[in-house]
Structures are given as C-alpha cells and as structure tokens.
C-alpha cells in the first residue's frame, strides 16, 4: 500500500511542468501555429531548440514532403523545415535526435478556399522565396547562445526582384526607409492578411502613442474610430505629405465623400486647386461637430479676421451673429460669395417670415424700386454689418444719391432743402423698395400741378404737415405763409378747379430760394414762369409770372 | 402787357419792380432769417415763448415754473394714424429717457394740439404709464408762438428756457433726439455723439482685405504640416498686396526651411522694411545668417532686437545657441536662462 502510494505521488511529481526532474521538451515549434489554413503550397516550420545537445530534428509530413530530406540540422539554436504541402489536411510531426520530444502540427493548405475549415484559422505567411532567407537577415545572432528576440533591420526585404519600390517615394514611413519592414510585417507568419503584426491602428499606435490624444476628441473620424489607419495613409510610402493615399488631399478625401460637394461654379478659397479640406476640418478627430477646427461659429473668423471685426459695429445682420452657414455654403456655390441660393431668394425667404406684410407689398409694388426688382439687395444693403441703420452701406441719402446723380447733385448745389432731405430721410417719402405711387412714394400725390382741392390729395404730405393748414382761410397757427391772418396757403391750394398743388410753389428736395420755392413752374410743354420769393422776418415777396408782385407780412398785413 | 390771368400791367412798373426786389433778392437771400429747422417762428440759443396751459388733469402748467432744470419739449398729435404712431414711439422713448435722467435735471413737457383727444390722450397715459406733464394746446397757442408745421417735433431747452436743438419726424428721429439729449445732460461728450452718429467707415481696400485672408489661411495651413500650400497663399497674399510685412516675412521662414538662405533674406528684408518693428522678421534673418555661416551678424541682428526693447524667449533661446556654437559658453548659458525665465514670467 505504502509503495503503490509513494508510485503515484512520484509520477504527479514528473507529470508536473517544470519540475527538476520532468523531462524537459528539447524544442518547440514557433512557426506556422497549430491547425491553421495557408494559402502557400510551401511553407517553413520553424523552431527553437532547448536543449543544446540536440543537433538535429526529423520531421516527417503525412501526403507532403520535406525539401532537402527528413532530417533537419540545428543551426544557432533553431532549425527550419521547408515543407511542401498536399492540397488539404496535412500533418506534420517533429522529433528530436533522442525521439524524447515530438510535436505535431496540422495545416490545411489550400488556394482557392475563402474560409479554413472547422477548427482551423486562416494564417498568413510570405510567399515562398526563390533565395532561402537567413536567420540572421533579421535576428540578432551574435553572442551564445543566440537570441533570437533582438532584431536588426533587414536589408534583404527589398532587392531588385522584391518590394523594388519599397523606399523610393517622395514621402516615405520611417520603419520604410530604415529598413525595418519587421517592424510592423512577421515574415514567417501572422494571422492578419500582409503579414502585419497588429491589426489596424494598434500597429500604428506603438509608435504614435504621442499623437493619442489627437484620435479622442468628442468627434472621430470614422477611419480612426474604426482603426483604419491605413484607409488614409499608405503605411509605406506616398506622393503626398503624411503619406496619404491617393493623387491629392482632396481626391482622398472624395474617395468616401461626395464630390458633388464641391462640383459648382464658385469654390471657397481653401478648395481651389487641389483642395485642403485640412484648412478646416480636423483629419483625426475635434471637439467640434463636422471635425472642423473650431466651432462652426468662429472657424471662418480664422481668414476673415475683417469679418469678426465688423461684428463690432453697431448694426450686425441676425445670421452673421449665430453662423456663416446661414447663408454661405462653405465648400462650394454656384452663386457669388457661396451664397446657398440666389440672394433675393435667400433674403426673402428669412424676411418673409420676419416681415411678412412688407416682403408681400415688395412683391406686388406697382411700381417697384429698380435694384428691388433685379433682386440686387446689396446695392443699399450691407450682408453682414454697417454702421448704418437698417444694414445700409452709407447714409441713405448717400445711397439714393449713387443712383439718382442728378438729384444728388441738384441738393448738394442748394441752400434750402425739404426736412427730410435736409435729415437723409429719403425714405420719409419714399418707400424704398416700391411702392403702388409713382416715383415710389408712399402715398398718393397728385401728378397735376392744378387740381381741385382734397386733403386727401395731399395725404403724403400730411403724413407730417398739419392736414388743416389749407382747410381754414384765416389762422395765426397753422402756416406762416398768411398775410395778418389770411392764410394765404388756403388761398394758393383750396380751390375747386385750379387748386396749386403743393409742388406748384415749393421744390419736394431742395431749392436756392427759403422755404425751397422753386425757381420756375412749367406752364404747359413748352414755357415756364420764373418765381422770385424773398423773405423777410415776418413775411415776403412773390414776383411771379402767374400773378403780379405780391409781398405778403404776418404782423402787419399788407393791403391788397 | 398782360400777366398770365389776363390782367394789364404797367411795363415800366412792372420792370421796376422786378430789378428791385431781383437785386434785393441777393441781399435778403443772404441774410434769410435763420431758423430752427423744426420750429418756424424760433432760433437756437434764444429763449423759447411761454407756455401757458392746463394738463390733462385740468392742472394750470407754465413752462417758467420749471427752474433749473433741462427741458424736452414735444409737440404730438394724431390726426392721422401715421402721425399718431410716430407720435406714441417718441413719446415712449422720451419718457424712458425722462425716467432715467429726471434724477439729473431733466424734465419732459408734451404737448397735444388736437383739441378732441383729452379722453383718448387720459386712456394713452394709463395704457403706457407715463409720467410726465401732459399739456393740452386746444387753442393751438403754444403750437401756433412756437411755430410748429411738422407732427412729431421736439425741441430741448436748457436751463435759461433757450432753445438748444430741435428736431422733426425722421426714421432716426429718436435716435437723434436720444444721442443729443445725451450729450445736453453729460451723459455722453459731442465727440462720443459724432463718432456714433457719423462713424468714420472701414476703408480697408478689397484687395488688402483679400490679401490678409490668403495669408490667415497660409498660416492656418502651416500649423497643419502643408508648407507646400501656406507657400502659395502667402505668395497670393504678397501679390494681392506688395505691402503686405508679415506675407513677406512668413514666406521668408518657409524658404529657410527649404534651405534657400537667399531668397529668404530677400523676403525678411522686404518684411522689416515694410514694419521695422517685425520680432518674427529679424529672428528669421538672424536665422538665415546662421544657416549661412554668419554667426557674428546673426548675433548682431538678435541683440539689436533686445537692445530695442523686445522680449521673447525665443531670441533669448536663438542667442543661446549662436553663442553655443561660437564657443563662448558663459554667454550662451546666460541667454538660456533668459530664454526660461521669460517663459515662465510669460506663463
């Protein structure tokens, strides 16, 4: 009992790894891994040996063959067996000298099939090679015994009949051009396709742990979400900086979005020639939505340093305070200045809903104000920013002026001018956009200058003027035109045929005579009476052709 | 000779008459009564008429028993829908301005000259909560002494009752009033007023403006690693405008570092001269020197920058290895220190 005892407790004992009197393996396979698919009729198994007293291996392949005889010398610590396979299962098993250790591998080889069979992996290896690669290529072979974990680059991956390009790019990766392809690839075999290592960005993140924090922002891009690195960047060299694939910037970045984005007349500066998406938009990732480099607010201030300035001044368009892109397509327009559409459209449309009476007179004015009806909004009105009122460019008096020369050159040669035009209000009378008045005024203004008299009929003009100061024939209040207290604007003006309209006497914008009375009136096509009118403190005179001289004094009436 | 309703005219007379007043037109022309735009009847600087009326409340008012104090005068009405609407919004303007300046002196007097509004006037005063005097000009007395033509008008009194400025409806009406009623209590200089009122325009012409943009996405480029496209915009920028110093300048540092020493120090000469005061402009030269073996006169560039009084870590750190490179040690540690300490008092 006692000896059946001990029996068991000493086999536990050298059943037990590691244990200083178990039988220690003599080697062990590294390469290809066990029950794996290739594509690759001839492969290389590869192994280290533990055991220094071993000088060879037998390796043995059940339907294949082992190229150069069953028995595999030891060289520097490690052997390699190049097999060739038979199409499907193939088993190979391995023996040291002694026969003490054997280990087997199955490898499934077949070309045509996508997926390995039940129980197997796809493993990639590098295509069987005319020139048989040295251990020492790549591994560090020097001292004893040789280590195989230190690496040097390789100068053997590229020659004139392999990877020839590899390294002649304009822009190459470092491991590239140093030579050190085992920095990302394991020749002898890796399950990921292209013999790399690690999988996606974790390969790419060894080296480029610096730049981490420039792949975690609030929005990532896709391809770095999805570790695919090497969507944008050829992990090898390039024609573009950054080894980015592709002819261009641009170009790379169309491969995933529509290029319809920038398919229009009219391209944002950044765009033209090539394109840098980058002058905007973060490639990796950003705090900011669209991966734009700043908030979509502020990114365009950082070129149109004059446009953030202008939002200072006193009058600031709404949607140049919440976002350019409230009108402006920041990749491409077929309108000027990347407007999204035409600009009267886009200004009517917001303006529709803010003033929606005034956008529908606009539109059925009978008689509509020239820029209006082109749609040129822009010739008054300042898009972004002025210091004028209602966003004009300038005084509006000025504006009116730009265009209406004539007029603008007849006030500016006067000495008198109506209120309005002596306060730039041309819009007092006019209504700037149109109106169903002639000559865009906002009322009704009789075009005669002799009509029978109705308040009414002077409505534009009693929009200020007291609508009375015709309608009583004697006052000391309503007008200073009154000799004592016969109010000779009632004289003038209220009749039942021939009243005066007011514009028979007074100029509507300005004159070299006080109260801006005209220097002429037009008597039919051809002829027109001079009027001279002087005035005094308390009255004046008219010498005129329609009547004979008449002076005329409030204090002391003078008798007719 | 007959005028144009027929009647006979005496010819010499009539001749007479026009050479008179046509001569003495000239002289009366040129010497045309002056007036407040507003007001017919006054003049700015001289004392305003009285005014002598009841309030809606049927309270006896006179504009002399205001002492001491600046007055807003208003004349509204609303014989019409527009001018009462016009009236209402200077009306509500001037009385939140009265609230906020009454403490100061100022008063506010409106008048309404339509005699049939009393009721309507009482119903306006309770709807908007307004404060001040509220006078009934029925007889249209102070309207007719005042000489009032245009509905709404103000005018502002100062405190001897002379009229200060005056104004009629505009569309700016109430920020005109506001800015110069301002102005009469303190509370903003004539200056301030101008500027607001006129402000000088941004004259930046377009082809500088499009010139600064290149160089803003030049240099927004750069920070992204594409020298090969700051490149072009800084050129863009330069052709669009020659006088642009810190294109030139930007450009200046890219050609360096394309190992093109000349061309560079072409660009920063051009830079400095178009702004003297250009730190970037002479650590670039001083950096171009250096890459073509001119130490010494790299130093001397850095140096003279300090000696003008510009401070920047990095012609402290540039000095730093200069001196390095002549060999003189002491110096170049002193620089490096400086380098350090003025980032540390910049942070």
Redesign the interface.
């Known amino acids: 009992m006692r000896n059946i005892l001990l029996a068991v407790i000493l086999g536990f004992f050298f059943l037990l790894p590691n244990h200083p009197l178990a039988s220690k393996e003599s080697f062990r396979i590294v390469y290809p891994v066990d029950r794996c698919m290739v594509k690759w009729e001839r492969i290389r198994v590869i192994g280290l040996v533990t055991d220094s007293s071993v000088k060879n291996v037998t390796c043995q392949v059940k339907g294949g063959e082992v190229l150069g005889g069953p028995t595999v010398p030891i060289i520097k610590g490690a052997f390699t067996a190049s097999i060739r396979l038979k199409k499907g299962a193939n088993e190979i098993s391995i023996l040291d000298q002694s026969g003490s250790t054997s280990q087997k591998l199955s490898i499934y080889f077949s070309k045509e099939e996508a997926k390995p069979p039940e129980g197997f992996k796809t493993y990639f290896i590098h295509s069987p090679l005319e020139r048989e690669e040295q251990c020492q290529d790549c591994h560090n072979l020097k001292g004893e015994p040789a280590s195989y974990k230190k690496m040097i680059p390789s100068a053997t991956c590229t020659s004139a009949q392999c990877h020839s390009q590899m390294g002649k790019g304009k822009f190459v990766h470092g491991p590239v051009g140093s030579g050190t392809c085992i920095a990302c690839h394991n020749p002898h075999g890796t399950p990921f396709k292209s013999i790399v290592t690690r999988l996606g960005g974790e390969g790419c993140y060894i080296c480029h742990d610096a730049q981490a924090d420039e792949f975690k922002g609030k929005v990532i891009h896709s391809p770095v979400s999805e570790g695919g690195c090497s969507d944008c960047h050829d992990p090898h060299q390039s024609s573009l900086k950054f080894q980015l694939k592709g002819a261009s910037q641009q170009d790379l970045c169309f491969n995933c979005h529509d290029s319809k984005l920038i398919q229009q007349s009219n391209l944002h500066e950044p765009l033209k020639g090539g394109g840098d998406c980058i002058a905007c938009h973060k490639a990796h990732s950003s705090p900011n939505k669209k991966l734009l480099t700043l908030p979509s607010e502020k990114i365009c201030f950082s070129c149109h340093e004059d446009v953030e300035k202008g939002l200072k001044k006193k009058y600031v368009h709404e949607p140049v305070k919440e976002n350019c892109q409230e009108c402006h397509d920041p990749h491409a327009s077929s309108q000027k200045a990347l407007l999204r559409k035409v600009q009267n459209q886009m200004c009517v449309e917001c303006h529709q809903a803010i003033h929606p009476k005034t956008t529908q007179s606009i539109a059925q004015a009978k008689f509509p104000h020239q820029p209006v009806q082109k749609g040129d909004c822009s010739s008054c009105h300042g898009a972004h920013f002025t210091d004028f009122e209602k966003l004009l460019k300038a005084p509006l008096k000025e504006i009116c002026f730009t265009c209406h020369k004539d007029l603008g050159e007849k006030v500016k040669a006067s000495k008198f001018f109506h209120g309005p035009v002596e306060q730039n209000d041309c819009a007092s009378c006019h209504e700037t956009h149109g109106s169903s008045y002639p000559k865009i005024l906002r009322n009704y203004f009789p075009a005669e200058f002799y009509v029978p008299y109705k308040t009414e009929n002077y409505a534009i003009c009693f929009d200020c003027h007291n609508k009375d100061i015709a309608l009583h024939a004697k006052t000391l209040e309503l007008t200073g035109f009154r000799n004592g207290d016969r109010n000779l604007h009632f004289t003038h003006v209220n009749k039942e045929k021939k009243g005066r309209n007011c514009k028979a006497c007074h100029e509507a914008h300005s004159g070299n005579q006080p109260k801006h009375i005209r220097q002429e009136v037009p008597y039919g096509k051809m002829w027109s009476y001079p009027i001279h009118f002087t005035m005094t403190p308390t009255g004046g005179t008219c010498v005129v052709g329609c009547h004979k001289p008449f002076s005329y004094d409030r204090e002391k009436p003078v008798k007719y | 000779m007959k005028?144009?309703?027929g009647?006979k005219?005496d010819k010499r007379d009539?001749f007479h008459?026009?050479l008179f007043?046509?001569l003495?037109?000239f002289l009366?022309?040129m010497t045309?009564?002056s007036f407040a735009?507003?007001f017919?009847?006054l003049e700015i600087g001289k004392k305003v008429p009285e005014i002598q009326l009841k309030d809606i409340e049927g309270n006896e008012f006179t504009l002399s028993s205001i002492k001491g104090r600046k007055v807003v005068l208003l004349f509204w009405g609303g014989?019409?829908a527009?001018?009462e609407k016009r009236s209402l919004s200077i009306m509500n303007r001037l009385e939140g301005l009265y609230r906020q300046l009454k403490g100061d002196g100022l008063q506010l007097i409106s008048i309404i000259s339509d005699p049939e509004s009393k009721e309507k006037v009482k119903a306006l005063k309770q709807q908007y909560s307004w404060t001040h005097h509220i006078l009934l000009d029925e007889k249209?007395?102070a309207?007719?002494a005042y000489?009032v033509?245009?509905?709404p008008t103000v005018g502002i009194l100062d405190e001897e009752k002379r009229l200060l400025k005056s104004f009629?409806?505009?569309?700016?009406l109430e920020?005109?009033v506001e800015g110069e009623l301002l102005v009469a209590m303190g509370k903003k200089t004539a200056e301030q007023w101008e500027k607001?009122r006129h402000?000088k325009?941004?004259l930046?012409p377009e082809n500088k403006?499009k010139a600064?943009?290149?160089f803003?996405?030049g240099r927004?480029?750069l920070e992204?690693?594409?020298s090969?496209?700051a490149k072009?915009e800084f050129m863009k920028s330069i052709q669009l405008d020659p006088d642009h110093a810190d294109a030139h300048i930007a450009l200046g540092m890219i050609y360096l570092k394309e190992k093109n020493p000349k061309e560079a120090i072409q660009l920063f000469e051009r830079g400095i001269g178009l702004n003297p005061d250009s730190r970037q402009g002479f650590i670039g030269m001083a950096l171009a020197l250096e890459s073509m073996g001119e130490n010494l006169k790299a130093i001397e560039k850095l140096e003279g920058l300090l000696k003008r009084g510009q401070e920047m870590p990095e012609i402290h750190y540039h000095l730093g290895r200069l001196y390095e490179k002549q060999g003189q040690k002491e110096h170049a540690l002193s620089e490096y220190k400086k380098a350090l300490q003025s980032i540390f008092k910049t942070d």
Do not use: C, M, V
Request: a negative charge; proline letters at 3%; zero cysteines.
């Open positions: 005028n144009f309703r009647e005219i009539a008459w026009f007043l046509f003495s037109s009366f022309g045309s009564p735009l507003a017919r009847t014989d019409s527009i001018k249209r007395e309207y007719g000489g033509y245009i509905i009629s409806f505009t569309h700016s920020e005109e607001e402000p325009e941004d930046l403006k600064q943009r290149h803003n996405l927004n480029l992204k690693g594409s090969e496209r072009e």
